[in-house]
Structures are given as C-alpha cells and as structure tokens.
Nanobody, 123 residues
Framework: QVQLVESGGGLVQAGGSLRLSCAAS????????TAWFRQAPGKEREFVSG????????YYADSVKGRFTISRDNSKNTVYLQMNSLKPEDTAVYYC????????????????WGQGTQVTVSS
C-alpha cells in the first residue's frame, strides 16, 4: 500500500503560481511512477503531468505544457507540481496518483490516489 497526501492548493489570481506537493508513505517510493491529475466540476478526471518509470522522464498534457513542471525527490518521498502562469481554466481539484512501475497516463493506470487539493484561479 502507498498513502499519498497532497498539499499546496489555494486561491490565486490569473497569472500567478502555486506549487503542489504530494507526500508518499508506505512502500519503496522509487519503485512507483507518479502523476498529477485534475478534475473540474462536471468534468471527468484528466491527466495533467507524469513521470515515467524508472528514469523519471516528465510528460505533460498539452493544456499545461510550458507552464507546469513536475519533479520528485525520492529522498523525501515527495512529488511536486510547479504551476506557473495559471489560468481560470486550471481551476480544479488536483490529485496525486501512483502506480507500481509500469506505464500509462490514464486514470485506470494508477492504483493509489491522494485525497486531492483544491486549486482556484480567479480572473
């Protein structure tokens, strides 16, 4: 089992920045690939960004490419999502997800989920 706890969400004006953190516990974190998803009201959960396993190559949804940066620190069992140039359409609950090795960026490709953190971007 892997437990994930997100933090860092909040209210920010358009053009601002936030950094989300996802602290993991329970298993050898380096054996797990990680990703960020988001879900806006009335919409399906969508992939935002992920890191491949085992070499941690980042990849992004087109909607956030060039604005968001994903990273991880295995010594701290933590994954980060730096979000810059935020737009109102980035408003959503952001979820951290993890899966044992493997690959894929669909929600069903991930076994473990955090509780989510709200990000609200005002215009």
């Amino acid at each position: 089992q892997v437990q994930l706890v997100e933090s860092g969400g909040g209210l920010v004006q358009a053009g601002g920045s936030l950094r989300l953190s996802c602290a993991a516990s329970g298993r050898t974190f380096s054996n797990y690939r990680t990703a960020w998803f988001r879900q806006a009201p009335g919409k399906e959960r969508e992939f935002v960004s992920g890191l491949s396993w085992p070499v941690n190559i980042p990849y992004y949804a087109d909607s956030v490419k060039g604005r968001f940066t994903i990273s991880r620190d295995n010594s701290k069992n933590t994954v980060y999502l730096q979000m810059n140039s935020l737009k109102p359409e980035d408003t959503a609950v952001y979820y951290c997800a993890a899966a044992y090795r493997g690959r894929g960026n669909g929600a069903t490709d991930y076994e473990y989920w955090g509780q989510g953190t709200q990000v609200t971007v005002s215009s």
